[in-house]
């Protein structure tokens, strides 16, 4: 793994730096493999809970593809204001996944892509174009703890995929999935770990190539959609048409606002590894990219893109910084876009091979997080209060969002979404709480306790 030294991974590349191509092409497929399974579920799962046929799962599949590959290569070289340069790989989260199953459910695909084509712009591209002002209200205290919390509920994520991917299935669980996912993540850990060089880099490639070929030999490997795949496909603005319901708009824009909670999370997860935050253009450039390039995709049919929490992991991971490398997975997402048959190839690899790199990377981004808070943070008691608070909200409706029953469907939806009740109340706490990390309050922390006290035992 790679080393820290004063707070700042011992990176193999800069940022900036330009790997060979015979170095940047395996590690640009790597990121590509570690999301796209994540990235492509919400439009295998949208379409069944609507009731898509083959043909239909499959352009919306291509044009998840096509935008996450579209929207990377924006965030790592940018176009004008429009993204970050930083190495962040986008797709499609699983934050938009009841939503856009339940509307379009209800009211159809055109209410989903009309909702997600005013509020994409509307709302992230606002709080892009305008992070000067809202800057101060997300110190390294509330954009860690975002980071700890992407990482800590999608753990349960990589479980599922390593244990088959379908709890519903007869061989979830079996030890033939579990025995794949621990190749995997065995390879991963031990490959970076205690080898160097492009072994050590490659380490969760490496791991799924081999998980792949096993599963081929021991026959779990359907190569159907291989086979049923075109060569070559245009995208059709307007495929699923378009409707603006209001309760559909508001419901997105709710969700747009976690996806910039998200961005600023993996934008900070990512800088971690040179030792700082990002800076006031990163913020501004990034989450402006998110909400322009989601709108975008709508027109042809694309589920919102946003950052992908698992990739921040392979950068803090493998040591691998440099834009240049996401550039190469952009390009690569752009082509299977346009190519069904090369989305078709990629998800043959079976879900429990995914699950054993997504584990170990998801850990890797909660890790980042929190050594963004050690790194930043006075373990005051005020900070301590704030920490414990917003962790054992967020936590508290991933694991039981059975507990928000009572309260209307709008409200469950909103309030049962780890990363908002997470980064909400870090950021109310924060901002109304006195204490240097306060935008209203310019005041020591220790007006509300002493700055390096452990937590209160009760005397105080």
Do not use: C
């Not at 579920?41 to 069944?48: E, H, Q, R, T, Y």
């Not at 309760?247 to 824009?253: E, K, R």
């Amino acid at each position: 793994m790679s080393e820290e030294r004063d707070g700042k991974i011992d990176l193999a590349y800069e940022l900036d730096e330009k790997p060979p191509l015979s170095e940047a092409i395996p590690l640009g497929i790597q990121h590509v493999l570690v999301m796209i399974v994540p990235s492509t579920a919400v439009a295998f799962l949208v379409a069944g809970e609507v009731g898509l046929g083959a043909a239909d799962t499959g352009y919306l599949v291509q044009m998840v593809l096509l935008f996450s590959g579209l929207a990377t290569i924006i965030q790592a070289y940018t176009i004008g204001p429009v993204g970050a340069k930083l190495p962040i790989v986008m797709g499609t989260s699983f934050t938009f996944l009841g939503a856009a199953s339940a509307i379009g459910s209800q009211q159809g695909l055109a209410a989903v892509f009309g909702a997600i084509l005013v509020t994409g712009i509307l709302v992230e591209g606002l709080i892009g174009w305008q992070f000067r002002r809202i800057e101060p209200f997300f110190p390294p205290l509330v954009t860690g703890l975002i980071v700890i919390i992407i990482g800590l509920y999608l753990i349960p994520t990589g479980m599922e995929y390593s244990a088959g991917g379908d709890p519903t299935a007869a061989d979830f669980g079996s030890v033939q999935n579990l025995g794949l996912a621990g190749l995997v993540l065995l390879i991963a850990v031990l490959f970076n770990l205690f080898l160097e060089g492009m072994a050590r880099i490659l380490s969760v490639f490496i791991g799924i190539l081999v998980g792949y070929l096993v599963a081929i030999a021991v026959g779990v490997v359907d190569f159907s959609p291989i086979a049923n795949a075109g060569l070559f496909e245009i995208p059709t603005p307007g495929e699923f048409g378009y409707a603006f319901d209001p309760v559909a708009i508001v419901t997105f824009a709710f969700l747009f606002l976690v996806s910039a909670m998200e961005t600023v999370g993996d934008m900070s997860g990512i800088t971690a590894a040179e030792g700082r935050n990002p800076d006031e253009e990163e913020f501004r450039g990034g989450i402006f990219a998110d909400g322009l390039m989601s709108s975008i995709g709508a027109i042809f049919s694309s589920f919102p893109v946003t950052s992908f929490s698992q990739n921040v992991g392979i950068v803090n991971f493998t040591g691998i910084m440099s834009r240049h490398v996401v550039g190469v997975s952009g390009i690569f997402l752009t082509i299977m876009g346009l190519s069904p048959i090369a989305g078709a190839v990629v998800t043959t690899i079976p879900d429990a091979v995914f699950g054993g790199a997504v584990l170990v990377m998801v850990g890797m981004v909660a890790a980042s997080g929190m050594r963004l808070l050690f790194l930043n943070v006075q373990m005051n008691r005020r900070n301590m209060v704030i920490i414990s608070t917003a962790l054992g909200l967020g936590l508290g409706v991933a694991v039981v969002p059975e507990a928000l029953q009572g309260l209307p469907q709008g409200a469950q939806t909103f309030f049962g979404e780890a990363v908002i009740m997470t980064g909400l109340s870090a950021l109310l706490l924060n901002t109304f709480v006195p204490g240097d990390s306060s935008p209203l309050f310019d005041e020591p922390s220790d007006s509300v306790g002493p700055a390096n006290d452990a937590p209160s035992t009760g005397d105080d």
